[in-house]
């Protein structure tokens, strides 16, 4: 295989409205890729990748006619636009796993779209604003090792900035970041047609505290939104046994 591969992509999708909705026309998105990716000798690679996706929401608006008053207006759109990178190595017997960072801007916006006279207009324009999706930056870590050839040892961190519980009207509020840790070890024994394995896991190592959302309210003496969550999953230890045959 080449040292050096790119790759381009580019696809147009839509998507039927929901049954018996006569006025909601197909959710359309147009979405493209660019990769290039290096490899790094037989088992290394490295992965960079930019991409870019655009939806529209368009609706056939009607009065009291069967007939549209106006066609296919324009009632929103959004996008999601940002990079990948990865470093990755695959082996099974001695290191493996993965390196990734995800950076991410969704937006999104709706139109005010102008009727016939003497109807005026309906909707109403709004800035682009950031979408439940508007992660900005994410992580993601894993890698394994194996001792010998029934014992592993491996490890799994996860890391976001924070993801978005409003998207109008402004100021956006995120919950804090996201972040934890997992450590697992594998011992396996092998039997002429089966095979057992013990595992034992730490979750969330760091103990980090990856607050739930619960719900937005208004603070009645700033004028300001509230944020509740729920608790995070504490460090929690687990065992397990598994059985192939």
Not at 61 to 66: A, Q, V, W, Y
Not at 100 to 107: N, P, Q
């Amino acid at each position: 295989a080449r040292a050096t591969q790119l790759e381009a992509a580019w696809g147009r999708y839509a998507q039927l409205p929901p049954s018996g909705v006569i006025s909601e026309l197909p959710a359309t998105s147009a979405q493209y890729v660019l990769a290039v990716e290096q490899r790094l000798g037989e088992r290394s690679r490295f992965r960079a990748e930019a991409f870019d996706r655009q939806n529209e929401q368009r609706e056939d608006i009607f009065l009291l006619s069967p007939t549209p008053i106006k066609r296919s207006a324009l009632f929103g759109r959004d996008y999601s636009r940002g990079s990948q990178f990865m470093l990755q190595r695959r082996s099974e017997n001695r290191l493996s796993g993965w390196l990734g960072y995800t950076l991410v801007v969704a937006r999104s916006r709706t139109y005010e779209i102008p009727l016939p006279p003497p109807l005026g207009s309906f909707g109403q324009d709004t800035p682009y604003s950031a979408t439940l999706a508007d992660q900005r930056h994410t992580v993601n870590l894993f890698a394994s090792y194996r001792f010998k050839p029934t014992v592993r040892f491996s490890v799994k961190g996860l890391f976001g900035s924070g993801f978005p519980v409003n998207t109008f009207p402004p100021p956006i509020v995120r919950i804090g970041p996201y972040e934890r840790l997992d450590l697992r070890a594998d011992k396996s024994w092998l039997f002429r047609k089966w095979k057992l394995s013990f595992y034992g896991e730490l979750l969330n190592v760091t103990n980090h505290d990856n607050r739930r959302f619960a719900g937005l309210g208004i603070n009645s003496t700033t004028k300001q939104f509230a944020l509740f969550t729920y608790d995070g999953v504490p460090a929690t230890p687990t065992v397990g046994l598994v059985f192939d045959f």
